[in-house]
């Protein structure tokens, strides 16, 4: 649901410019566990990991709906 919201976001800013920079940022964010997880090279070590980022979980979800919910109140407010 994240993509199809960060894409429709990108395509309602109406500039190349700021769409990029929409999904720049969505990708960036997506990418995060993923640069998290460069240094991981033995099955403890990612263990670790994962139950780093299962903490971190709940902070997660949370900035997720509250960006979705900027990002629908500015394009409500410029439609209007």
């Given at each position: 649901a994240l993509t199809y919201a960060a894409l429709a976001v990108a395509l309602l800013t109406a500039t190349p410019l700021a769409g990029a920079a929409v999904m720049t940022a969505f990708a960036l964010t997506r990418a995060l566990?993923?640069?998290?997880?460069?240094?991981?090279?033995?099955?403890?070590?990612?263990?670790?990991?994962?139950?780093?980022?299962?903490?971190?979980?709940?902070?997660?979800?949370?900035?997720?709906?509250?960006?979705?919910?900027?990002a629908a109140a500015v394009l409500g407010a410029v439609a209007l």
């Amino acid at each position: 649901a994240l993509t199809y919201a960060a894409l429709a976001v990108a395509l309602l800013t109406a500039t190349p410019l700021a769409g990029a920079a929409v999904m720049t940022a969505f990708a960036l964010t997506r990418a995060l566990p993923a640069i998290a997880a460069r240094g991981v090279d033995t099955p403890d070590a990612l263990r670790a990991l994962a139950a780093w980022l299962e903490r971190r979980l709940s902070a997660a979800r949370t900035a997720s709906v509250a960006s979705l919910v900027a990002a629908a109140a500015v394009l409500g407010a410029v439609a209007l």
